[in-house]
Nanobody, 117 residues
């Protein structure tokens, strides 16, 4: 498995969740890694990406609430999601590629995040 996502779940609005994406080492050191999400009836939406050197890219909708980070000792990328809103409800997909999320080469499986009001 190249990308292994975990950490989804259900929370009330205002709560927090942390997503993890374990990345195969050859991808982790070369590609930008992050998250897209897809809500029912909507297109995929870039959420946040991070480069190996820790340059980040966030969607406007999550700036100030979500934080992406990487752990180089574990080849893992984390998405800390705070102040969650019902509109954050979606399937979140870990992905890797270039351009801080604009050119995806590898998709991981999705993990469901549900935020209730």
């Amino acid at each position: 498995v190249q990308l292994q996502a975990s950490g989804g779940g259900s929370v009330q609005a205002g709560g927090s969740l942390r997503l993890s994406c374990a990345v195969r080492e050859n991808i982790f050191r070369v590609d930008d890694v992050g998250w897209y999400r897809q809500a029912p009836g909507k297109q995929h939406e870039l959420v946040a990406f991070i480069s190996y050197g820790e340059t980040t890219n966030y969607a406007d909708a999550v700036k100030g609430r979500f934080t992406i980070s990487n752990d180089k000792t574990k080849n893992t990328v984390y998405l800390q999601m705070n102040s969650l809103k019902p509109e954050d409800t979606a399937v979140y997909y870990c992905a890797a590629g270039g351009g801080l999320g604009t050119k995806i080469d590898v998709w991981g499986q999705g993990t469901q995040v549900t935020v209730s009001s």
